[in-house]
């Protein structure tokens, strides 16, 4: 009953974490609307989350923020995959793409776990687990838009395909982190790499930033507020929740939840900002859902590649990403 309660809970977490990542689609393209780089809100979100929670954590619990050197790349990678590449990719996807399409190209990730499974660690996935890529891939392909004389922006594609790739690192580094460390200490750390990594990319000097108000559904509110709401709701709580929630989940389970995260931002955006899918689309979002889900649900029992059997992803996670 313990151990029920204990996944309870992780998935309650999980849930609120990626209804939380969901709102920060919305309140990205509000501000870009209203003159900012997708650099520069990249660079205040993650710097204003780290000011926010890292100094709280280096007073109040100093041992969270201690890793030993054999492991100072989990919260390097973390950091640098899971934080800032994430971030950077997804808001340069939403300025060119509709939030909707972005969010779910950004879901592709729980795809490239299941070939990481595959390819690095050799373990024999179920056909289901290949029937859901390739429906993942058609869905993909009706949400872009492919087809005869269809405008398709390629570096807005390509930026939500990269931040799924960082999302995967996300997931595999978030685990072994959350496992093998404080919860509060990983999100502090990788928020802090985070901000410094985007920084260095994208001076503060160097970015488009605007004081122009933002418009969220028919209301008008200050830039500032916008970017506090983002940096708080949209980046520390939803970090803290999912890591918390990956101690207690196995990765597989955990991208199952994650599918929750475009049906939100797409109802998000289409109260928030008027955006709407069109029926191919909305057809391309439930194929690609549903070749997700195949993909999670047949990773969960993998198949070993020989006679002597390989780790299963989900408790191999624990000890590499």
């Known amino acids: 009953m313990a151990d029920q309660g204990g996944t309870a809970r992780a ?15 919305p309140l990205a393209k509000a501000v870009l609307d209203a003159g900012w780089s997708p650099a520069a809100v990249t660079a205040v979100r993650i710097g204003l989350a780290a000011v926010l929670l890292a100094p709280g954590v280096a007073l109040l619990r100093p041992r969270a923020l201690r ?3 054999a492991e100072l790349w989990l919260p390097l990678g973390y950091g640098l995959l899971g934080v800032a590449g994430v971030q950077l990719f997804f808001f340069v996807a939403v300025s060119r793409i509709p939030v909707a399409v972005a969010m779910v190209l950004v879901n592709l990730s729980p795809v490239l776990v299941a070939l990481w499974v595959r390819v690095v660690r050799r373990t024999r996935l179920p056909a289901a687990v290949w029937l859901g890529i390739a429906l993942a891939i058609a869905g993909l392909v009706l949400i872009a838009g492919l087809g005869p004389g269809a405008q398709l922006d390629f570096l807005g594609v390509a930026a939500g395909l990269a931040s799924a790739v960082c999302s995967a690192g996300y997931f595999l580094l978030g685990e072994r982190g959350a ?21 260095a990319v994208s001076p503060l000097w160097t970015l488009a930033i605007a004081a122009n108000p933002v418009s969220l559904g028919g209301a008008t509110i ?4 916008a970017l506090l709401i983002l940096a708080v709701f949209g980046t520390v709580l939803p970090y803290l929740a999912g890591l918390h929630a990956l101690s207690g989940l196995p990765v597989a389970l955990a991208g199952v939840l994650a599918l929750a995260e475009p049906l939100v931002a ?33 990773k969960l ?7 002597a059997g390989q780790a299963n992803p989900v408790t191999s996670s624990r000890r590499r990403p």
């Open 11 to 25: 998935t309650g977490l999980s849930l609120v974490s990626w209804a939380l990542f969901a709102s920060s689609g």
């Open 222 to 225: 200050p830039v500032w507020l």
């Open 266 to 298: 797409a109802l998000l955006a289409w109260l928030l900002l008027g955006q709407a899918l069109g029926p191919v689309q909305l057809i391309g979002v439930a194929v690609l859902l549903g070749g997700g889900t195949l993909v999670q649900t047949g």
């Open 67 to 69: 890793f030993r050197r």
């Open 301 to 307: 029992a993998p198949q070993p590649e020989s006679a």
């Open 179 to 199: 496992r093998r460390h404080d919860p509060l200490g990983m999100t502090a750390a990788g928020l802090a790499i985070g901000a410094v990594a985007t920084l």
